[in-house]
């Protein structure tokens, strides 16, 4: 089956440093990449959408300038959180599908990244 | 807002009993509808998906949709111990995403 792959999987930063988080499709071309967050004892929430060779589009409240996020083949979006900051600590999750009008059982998540800053 | 909610729990139940989860959503034009399962730090994995009123069956998981009442269940016969995970009601609004509940947190008591 297709599988989506994150890394790293752990990573620990210091405030105001920057941390990339890379997101792959390893069997399949994703036109369309989501990235989810996700704190403590929530639900996924949806952060952004990107598709190949375009802007992201994000959503309400996410910060375009402090969650850069690149689509920039059909195999790899990276997510980089800027000048991070204890509060952007959190369970940040990839997901992918290669079909237009995606649904709940065409889109393929990713294990995961924990990011802790201290 | 598009809305998907479900009950935080936690649910305990006995293994070997039935596991009821419940969810409902704010539009009534939604036409897909998913559970997950997600195992503390680790991503939702797939379970369940469900189109069409009335029940779906998948092994030992039903999912029951009711579009009248906008509402969608999971049910787990012969609960395991290893089904002791956050079950995650996912609603597709038909916009390219997906919307997620709060989760209900599942525990099977041995």
């Known amino acids: 089956g297709a599988v989506v792959s994150q890394h790293p999987s752990r990573v620990i930063c210091k405030s105001g440093t920057s941390v990339k988080i890379e997101c792959r499709s390893l069997?399949?071309?994703?036109?369309?990449m989501f990235w989810y967050r996700q704190f403590p004892k929530q639900s996924l929430m949806l952060m952004a959408t990107s598709n190949e060779g375009s802007k992201a589009t994000y959503e309400q409240g996410v910060e375009k300038d402090k969650f850069l996020i690149n689509h920039a083949s059909l195999t790899l979006s990276t997510l980089t959180v800027t000048s991070a900051h204890p509060e952007d600590s959190s369970f940040y999750i990839c997901?992918?599908?290669?079909?237009?009008?995606?649904?709940?059982?065409?889109?393929?998540f990713g294990e995961g990244s924990w990011l802790t800053v201290v | 807002q598009k809305e998907v909610e479900q009950n935080s729990g936690p649910l305990s139940v006995p293994e070997g009993a039935i596991a009821s989860l419940n969810c409902t959503y704010s539009d009534r034009g939604s036409q897909s509808f998913f559970w997950y399962r997600q195992y503390s730090g680790k991503s939702p994995e797939l379970i369940m998906s469900i189109y069409s009123n009335g029940d779906k069956e998948d092994g030992r998981f039903t999912a029951q949709l009711n579009k009248a009442s906008q509402y969608v269940s999971l049910l787990i016969r012969d609960s395991q111990p290893s089904d002791s995970a956050t079950y995650l009601c996912?609603?597709?609004?038909?916009?390219?995403?997906?919307?997620f509940g709060t989760g209900t947190r599942l525990t099977i008591i041995p």
């Open positions: 996912a609603v597709y609004f038909g916009n390219e995403k997906l919307t």
């Open positions: 997901s992918a599908t290669n079909r237009q009008g995606a649904t709940g059982n065409t889109i393929y």
């Open positions: 069997d399949f071309q994703a036109t369309t």
